[in-house]
């Protein structure tokens, strides 16, 4: 059972916008910022999204972070076939003093 | 560039110990915290704790206290992560991970290692 909830699966068209959410609470999203990571199959995660907004440099400005309350979200506009992955939210929590994470969102490319 | 290079796939006994080192370049080793992520197979990422290369202190998760030992090595730039007492449920991939924050503990990964798989099996 992971602290932050993710939808397990999420899909779309190329072209289309889609929207990953993610569900904390006070002690984690809702004071701290959110971090996405992209992990395809057999490889490590990187970072899509850090500090909640940021794009790191090599990632298109079709990845978009917000957050609202104790909920943030991912948004991937004009979907490609390479967007394809799995994806996580973490967010730093204060009672662990340490980092949690989504259970993780299969992104499908339909 | 930054670079984490974790050494390479291990196989143990139960009850034995690993120690995976994570060997760091292209930014100030002593500035920022690292922390270490497992991931079982087919399952989510599971914060195993942190360490401070400048100081070397460190963070557990409650999980793994009493079987973990974070430490580095700063002269070559290195962390090491060892985890005691196997079981079959500690097979997983092994990362560690650079924060993006210097000198801050509450501070998320934003650069990772290619991972390390730790078999468990009699």
Sequence with gaps: QSVLTQPPSASGIPGQTVTISCSGGSSNIGSNYVYWYRQYPGTAPKVVIYKTYQRPSGVPDRFSGSKSGTSASLAISGLRSEDEADYYCASWEDSLRGPVFGGGTKLTVL | ?122
């Excluded at chain 2, 690993?18 to 690292?34: D, I, M, P, Q």
């Excluded at chain 2, 079982?40 to 360490?51: D, N, S, T, V």
């Excluded at chain 2, 290369?53 to 060892?82: N, W």
Aim: hydrophobic share 35%; glycine share 12%; proline share 2%.
């Design chain 2, 1 to 122: 560039q930054v670079q984490l290079v974790q050494s390479g796939a291990e196989l143990k006994k139960p009850g034995a110990s690993v120690k995976v080192s994570c060997k760091a370049s292209g930014y100030t080793f002593t500035n920022f915290h690292l922390h270490w992520v497992r991931q079982a197979p087919g399952q989510g990422l599971e914060w195993m704790g942190g360490i401070n290369p400048g100081g070397g202190s460190t963070t557990y998760s409650q999980k793994f206290q009493g079987r973990i030992a974070m430490t580095r090595d700063t002269s070559t730039s290195t962390a090491y992560m060892e985890l005691s007492s196997l079981s079959s449920e500690d097979t997983a991939v092994y990362y560690c991970g650079k924060v993006s924050e210097a000198s801050i503990w509450y501070s998320l990964i934003d650069s990772w290692g290619q991972g390390t798989l730790v078999a468990v099996s009699s």
